[in-house]
């Protein structure tokens, strides 16, 4: 039995795991045991709008790993994150008997968005509003389950980079948040685990090439996340998702990024 902690927990998905379909589940399960422990889910899903795009004949365009997002593609992105996945993630939680609820950033005003001034199209970055309906939700024992789609004080809907949409929940919240990757944090160049980073240390590590790939762009979202936040984060692996029973009991799991 796990002891009730005061802090909301936030983990952010997306990528591999929204592929396979017992991976989600067996997520879903570790969290449905989580007695007495809030959680949200935020949630992207570059997998599938990669694919709804290319079915519909357009091109995917990236900027230093951001997705540039046209005005043209925006409906099909909107549903194929507010609509599809998000819906089959809330379809799996519901068939595990779990009380989810499927949402987007400007539901109940969470989360407001300004356009982005990196020359990415409609893509939103988010500012933490109103926590009034994750409030309710959460009080009644609901698993609020939010995808990245914001909007413009316009009323025009908006990409939002999942990292940053979570982080954006996390500041709602004052809570604690857990990035889940493909893999179980970041490794030295020894090629183990190393269980606290900072920005220099990583910043090192980059330069000697020991992180590389798309474990950089991972590493500087946590970054980014740990500094926003102004507190550490988790970095760990959907693939054994029973350690976020280790990360609600205070024990280290994976790489615990720290900020600047």
């Known amino acids: 039995m796990c002891r009730k902690v005061r802090k909301p927990l936030v983990i952010k998905i997306g990528g591999a795991i929204l592929e396979k379909q017992d991976a989600l589940t067996d997520l879903l399960k570790i969290i449905a045991s ?3 422990q809030a959680v949200v889910l935020v949630h992207g899903g570059g997998c599938v709008v990669d694919d709804m795009l290319s079915q519909a004949g357009f091109t995917t365009e990236k900027k230093h790993g951001l997705r540039v997002t046209p005005q043209a593609q925006m409906p099909l992105i ?35 968005c300004k356009l982005s001034e990196k020359g990415l199209g409609m893509v939103g970055e988010p500012d933490a509003q109103n ?16 995808s990245s789609i914001g909007s413009l004080a316009s009323g025009e809907l ?5 990292d940053d949409a979570a982080v954006a929940i996390c500041q709602l919240l004052n809570a604690e948040l857990l990035l889940l990757t493909d893999v179980n944090g970041v490794k030295d160049a020894r090629g183990e ?4 980073l900072s920005k220099t240390q990583a910043n090192t590590l980059i330069e000697q090439g020991v992180i590389a790939g798309g474990m950089t762009a991972k590493v500087n979202a ?7 936040l102004r507190r ?3 970095v760990a692996s959907w693939q054994s998702p029973e350690q ?14 720290q900020p600047h």
Do not use: E
Not at 86 to 94: D, F, G, L, Q, S
Not at 222 to 228: D, I
């Open 78 to 112: 909107a549903g194929a994150l507010a609509g599809s996945v998000n819906k089959a993630i809330v379809a799996t939680a519901v068939s595990l008997h779990m009380q989810a609820v499927g949402l987007s950033l400007l539901d109940g005003d969470m989360v407001s």
């Open 158 to 162: 908006v990409n939002v980079n999942a």
């Open 193 to 196: 685990y190393i269980a606290s």
């Open 34 to 36: 989580l007695k007495g």
């Open 244 to 257: 976020i029973i280790n990360l609600i009991k205070g024990d280290a799991i994976g790489t615990r990024i």
């Open 222 to 228: 946590a970054l980014h996340a740990a500094s926003q």
């Open 232 to 234: 550490s984060i988790a």
């Open 131 to 146: 926590s009034k309906l994750l409030d309710t939700l959460l009080s009644a024992n609901f698993l609020p389950i939010i």
